[in-house]
């Protein structure tokens, strides 16, 4: 990739819209857009200017008569960014035309015949990385941010890009850059007499970036769920409200809801936001001995669906006892993340129904007729999927390279503490705590490789 080429790219969705934009990064920018473009009046740095998109008289066919005055394409505001004070630190001239395909393209097409090139997927952020714009925990918060679902993920991507990991992580690297530094003085000046540390103040030093590690590798959990989202899935036998809670919970008559058991035969899917994370719901059909072939297929896809789940909503009905094929179901979930639902509580002429038989998963008593309960089991699910972790914090782990590299530092310390309690010499002491400070110049791409860069930013869509 050549960081001195001008770039091109349409940087708004594929499709018709209302605005389109092409953005131009690189040294040749203003130079590059100036001919197609009458403006009213001169290109100044962050101010928006109105004008017109023309057909520049070097792209006219042989052969064509020279017109009296430029073609008039379009109408369009320019909004130039100087270097350094860009997104990319390179000179930025971004069109902004009405979204239609054609006349975007024609911009692109005009930009590439006067010398740019088309930008590959995520140039532009990697510009912006290399160039010291971003690290690479802000890199992959910008498409974090772009793929959010929900507003609290965009909230999570937002701190992120603002760098909030890259913050948590510098005091921790800081400590782990001392001790090596004290560790190389008393190697490198031994004759000198320069005093190294005690194995007790090297092992309370090596802890002291240990912990937070720690707890930072703990928040993988929680990051992974916010940044992916998770998948639930309803079951139960036939006719104890699936589908009216499932149709509850997304607020929505998603599902068909009669009173004859067996309604529903195949999986019904929907993705909704509890407390800002995803959750893709999933609707199973009743689960018991079939009575044809279509209702065994369908309980197939329940169990199926049950397996694959990350959390399960077992359902039995509060108004009748505990049947046997419900206490097979909430055994079937004993070592999994699952909740027993007590619905149709709205049938027990407001006595508190009670569900006969153990279980260790939480029970909650709903009715998907009335609402009662429907908030209280948002709270248990939100509650049951993040651990408990606290949904202010937003400096957490949230993709599998980052935990990959803590997991990497923290073994090295390890090392680290094994080589002091066995009396190893510092110099290989050494090479165990440098082991464990090179993931963490990875995770925000201070040592990181081309190849995992280019990986990462293949993600990215073109325009960005």
């Known amino acids: 990739m050549h960081l001195d080429d001008t770039i091109v790219a349409i940087s708004t969705p594929p499709g018709r819209g209302g605005i389109g934009v092409v953005r131009l990064a690189g040294t040749e920018a203003r130079s590059i857009a100036a001919p197609m473009l009458r403006l009213s009046r001169d290109l100044e740095p962050n101010r928006a200017i ?35 004070h860009s997104y990319t630190t390179d000179d930025i001239v971004e ?80 400590k782990l850059v001392e001790l090596i530094a004290t560790l190389e003085a008393g190697v490198d000046f031994a004759e000198d007499d320069v005093s190294v540390l005690p194995d007790q103040q090297i092992l309370a030093r090596a802890e002291a970036v240990a912990a937070p590690l720690r707890d930072l590798c703990r928040s993988f959990a929680y990051g992974k769920l916010v940044h992916e989202g998770l998948t639930l899935a309803i079951v139960g036998r036939p006719n104890v409200g699936k589908s009216s809670l499932f149709n509850r919970l997304v607020e929505r008559e998603r599902a068909i809801v009669t009173a004859t058991p067996g309604t529903t035969r195949d999986l019904v899917t929907e993705t909704v936001a509890i407390g800002g994370i995803p959750v893709h719901l999933v609707d199973t059909a009743g689960i018991r001995h079939a009575l044809d072939e279509a209702e065994s297929i369908g309980i197939r896809k329940s169990l199926e669906a049950l397996a694959d789940a990350d959390l399960v909503l077992v359902v039995t009905d509060a108004s009748q006892p505990l049947t046997q094929e419900d206490g097979e179901l909430i055994e079937q979930v004993s070592e999994r993340n699952a909740l027993v639902i007590a619905n149709k509580c709205d049938l027990v002429d407001g006595r508190r129904p009670m569900v006969d038989g153990p279980t260790d998963h939480p029970i909650l008593f709903t009715s998907a007729i009335t609402g009662e309960g429907t908030d209280a089991l948002r709270a248990e699910i939100l509650k049951t999927i993040s651990g408990g972790a606290p949904q202010q914090e937003t400096a957490f782990l949230t993709n ?62 073109i325009g960005k």
């Open 50 to 84: 109105f004008g017109e998109l023309i057909e520049p008289e070097q792209s006219l066919g042989a052969g064509q008569p020279r017109a009296a005055a430029p073609t008039r394409i379009d109408e369009v505001v320019v909004t130039f960014f100087a270097k350094p």
């Open 95 to 174: 069109i902004s035309a009405h979204g239609s395909p054609i006349v975007l393209r024609h911009i692109v097409e005009i930009a590439l015949t006067r010398g740019a090139r088309l930008a590959e997927p995520g140039e532009f952020t990697m510009r912006a990385f290399l160039n010291g714009r971003l690290d690479l925990t802000q890199a992959e918060a910008v498409r974090d941010l772009i793929d959010s679902q929900t507003l609290y993920q965009a909230r999570v991507a937002a701190q992120q890009l603002g760098g909030a990991l890259s913050h948590r992580l510098a005091p921790i690297k800081q």
């Open 400 to 461: 599998l390279r980052q935990q990959k590299l803590v997991e990497d530092s923290l073994t090295a310390l390890a090392n680290a503490t094994c080589a002091v309690e066995t009396r190893t010499p510092h110099e290989m002491l050494l090479l165990d705590l440098y082991n464990a400070l090179r993931p963490l110049d990875d995770i925000t791409g201070a040592t990181t490789t081309d190849d995992i860069l280019n990986l990462i930013f293949s993600t990215f869509c």
